[in-house]
């Protein structure tokens, strides 16, 4: 990025960016997984609960910052630094966002190639007619073939760092508005599709009824890493918005839209997907696998299916193309803010993310049993640790800096909403988000040795 002043065309155009980056695979894989692997309602209680204590909050903090020093990430914070007279030590904080989406984008690349291979195969009509427990079985062959996993995360994290390469991220972007609320519309229908299946009501059940004995420490833990990252809030990667928000658009609402909206396809996402779970008996603490193996299964009963379920993945690529963009992103600016020319950068990024994403890609298979952390292989450590550990330290960092480095005439401005309003949030900040991320950080911090 570059320091020129340019601002989205519209307040509507930077809410459906900030989106963009939102909407991904956080909120229609990782969510039911995750949600399965820890109670279900129980953790999507506490992730809404963390959504709108820290994630809002922090979300609106990170914006500011970049609202504030309207330039890439490391400056902005070096710039707003100097200014409040604190230690420029502070733009460390957007090297250690690099850090964190590094990590992310490349899980989010190998997983991103699983949804290529399911839309061929959906195309190719291969699920058609097939039985819940043959599409299971197709699945862990698929992940046990380490050739075809390196392919498609090498074919994803291509077409990714093409576009990053060529700078037409913006048309992309046009693009994913444009198609955004067809992959909305289609989870509802499949949502629609669940309400009229026999695993409707125990999937209401087991998303919305929390039963309190399974609200455990580690699921706390889980539920404030998975608000972080389907906000995409942490890494510095919206601080990078924030430096083109418009003048005159409230932040405190386009962080609620946005965190609303993301919510909803979480919902949506979790209702079609846990109906059959339930409806075909499965097991929904099965881990990674869950979309892959559920939606295939409910499009199988609606006419058209092939059809409907290779429409579902065009979509989610799309989404999870612009989430991986906005990964990559911050991580070329970095580079090239150190003088490195852009093509040199986007390459040097793509070749370390690519290397690392192969690791996590041979964890299924070759690399299963290499389990350098906490009994955890590549993959597992790569999708927990940054989400769950690098995104709230994060934003605990940025939270710090906003509520106690900023002066207050420095971030008034920024805010936009008033003295009472920055006073309101600014409290929040120090006295509700701050305390509460570093407890339950430290908390799963401990319990992971
Ligand atoms: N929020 C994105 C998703 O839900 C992932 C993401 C995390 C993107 C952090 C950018 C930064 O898929």
Redesign the pocket.
Known sequence: MNDTLERWGSKRAFILAMTG???????IWRFPYIAGENGGAAFLLLYIAFVLLLGIPVMMAEILIGRGGRQSPVRSLATLARASQASPRWRYLGLFGALT?FC?LSFYSVVSGWSIEFLVASINGTFEGQSPQAIGAGFEAFLANPWLLVFNHSLFLFITMTVVAAGVAKGLERLNNFLMPLLYLLLLVLAGYGASTDGFGPALGWLFLPSFEAITPTVVFHAMGHAF????VG?C?LMAYGAYMPEEQSLTRAAFAVALLDICVALLAGIAIFSVVFAQGLDPTQGPGLMFVTLPIAFAELPFGSLWLSGFFLLLLLA?WT?AI??AEPMVATLTGMGWRRSISTAAVAVSVWLLGVLAALSFSTLGEFRPLWGRNVFELLSSIPPDVF?PLGGLLIAIFAAWVLPESQAVESLGAGSRGYRLWRATLRYISIPLTLVVLVGGVLALG
């Open positions: 980056a939102a909407v991904g695979l956080g909120n989406v992310i990252f389907t906000l995409a890494a990667a999870t989430s906005n990964l995104l």
